[in-house]
């Protein structure tokens, strides 16, 4: 694709992600990615993300219906059709580890290396760690532990780039919220959870009224998310450690 190609491109893409037709949006930000040398704008990035998250939640979606099916079915002791069940839950499992390894290339291969802001760079580093993340249950013992380690350094780094950021910058929010489902949801450590969540969030709380009402129209969605999620794992902390006597740690509350 050239230069003169690119208008047409971006608005295709544009269109692809608003009317739901997210693989040709990804097909068209791949030509722009594959056109530029440089990095690709927030715009795009955007567009990006959003095609690959929504194709990607829905065939988890999927999957997780094949799953219920084939543990009913099990109980039920089917077994002619456990096969065929089974079959189609690996299936959507391998379109799933594609999806997120054709993304990763691109991550690898392209938006790193060219990342221009510190906003991009800690974007990037988050995706890696998301997609590396959505792939551990897909994973057996020994990829999921390797898989582990690479979300825990992506989001680490990040985690330290972000610092530079504004506490009201939704690229920093959302690898806070993220960085803490990890920690909860992945490696059952709830306090590491808060940790990681906690100051970004009180920090927030005091600039939030200060934002215009398009910043505040993005930002509090994310603030809403990481508050539900500080409250179920200081609930999860002070359940977990609570003494003989039941007097609860008060570290969190």
């Not at 306090?191 to 215009?212: C, G, Q, R």
Request: glycine share 2%; charged share 30%; with cysteine.
């Amino acid at each position: 694709m050239t230069e003169s190609e690119y208008p047409k491109a971006i608005y295709l893409a544009r269109i692809s992600e608003k009317t739901g037709n997210y693989e040709e949006a990804i097909k068209y930000i791949e030509k722009i990615i594959n056109m530029k040398s440089s990095d690709i704008t927030k715009e795009e990035r955007n567009i990006l993300q959003a095609a690959f998250k929504h194709i990607f939640s829905e065939k988890r979606s999927s999957w997780r219906t094949l799953c219920n099916v084939l543990d009913r079915e099990s109980r039920h002791k089917k077994c002619n059709i456990l096969d065929l069940i089974k079959n189609l839950k690996i299936e959507i499992e391998n379109e799933i580890i594609d999806l997120c390894n054709k993304l990763l290339k691109i991550i690898d291969e392209f938006l790193l290396n060219r990342a221009s802001t510190l906003e991009a760079k800690v974007f990037y580093l988050k995706l890696k760690g998301d997609y590396n993340r959505y792939m551990i249950d897909f994973s057996d013992n020994e990829k999921k532990k390797e898989k582990i380690d690479i979300v825990m350094n992506c989001y680490n780094e990040a985690f330290e780039y972000c610092k530079k950021l504004p506490f009201t910058n939704d690229v920093r929010l959302g690898l806070v919220l993220n960085f803490g489902v990890f920690f909860n949801d992945i490696l059952n450590d709830p306090k590491n959870a808060l940790n990681v969540t906690n100051d970004t969030y009180n920090a927030l709380i005091k600039e939030i009224d200060n934002l215009d009402d398009k910043q505040y129209n993005i930002i509090n969605p994310i603030a809403n998310l990481i508050k539900e999620n500080i409250d179920n794992w200081n609930s999860s902390f002070n359940e977990s450690n609570k003494e003989v006597n039941n007097v609860k740690i008060m570290e969190y509350a």
